[in-house]
């Protein structure tokens, strides 16, 4: 076989390999659309107010704010941003943390948020993650959520928001 075929067929051996039995056909097809193609959506109820937007870093070690912190109250219901995987759910340092992978390089973190979800539950897009907590910077006003591609953090609201400049054609060609 091929080496360049191989590769591509890893992936999907590897997701055989590490689902449960009854949730392969599942499996397959949730990862059978890319992520950055499948719909995103915002992660609580309607179109949240971002109080803190995306910072950059300039170097990966430096200052910055590597997602975007939404309006939210305690008790407000989360949602999957997209489908996919849980991979983590616990506590990191002082906030209840859930991280979801999209596949395809793609994976979300959302605090502090609760969540009674399992490690490797699957989710749709919109389904209930749990509830906004308390915890970190994002105390009783907001949470945050935080999105890497491939290891580096990009801008959630572009999953969304269309920031394309609009663009006037002429009424006759």
Known sequence: MKPKR???LLPALLILTLAP??????????YAQPAAAAQWRWPL?????????FDKPAE????????????????NQVVAP????????????DRPVVVIDHGYGFKT?????????SVG???????????????????NRCIHWGVRLDGEYIDP????????????LPLND
Request: glycine share 12%.
């Open 21 to 30: 039995l009854g949730a392969r056909a599942e499996t397959i097809q949730n």
């Open 6 to 8: 191989l590769l591509l």
């Open 45 to 53: 109820a309607g179109e949240p107010k971002i109080l803190k937007a």
């Open 82 to 93: 997209n489908r996919g995987r849980i991979t983590f759910r616990g506590v990191v340092v």
């Open 60 to 75: 990966q070690w430096s200052a910055g704010h590597r997602g975007v912190d939404l309006a939210a109250s305690v008790g």
């Open 157 to 168: 609201a572009l999953l969304i928001e269309d920031l394309r400049p609009s663009i006037l």
């Open 121 to 139: 539950s699957w989710v749709e897009s919109g389904a209930k993650l749990g509830t906004v907590s308390t915890g970190a910077h994002c105390s």
């Open 109 to 117: 973190s959302l605090e502090p948020v609760t969540s009674e979800l």
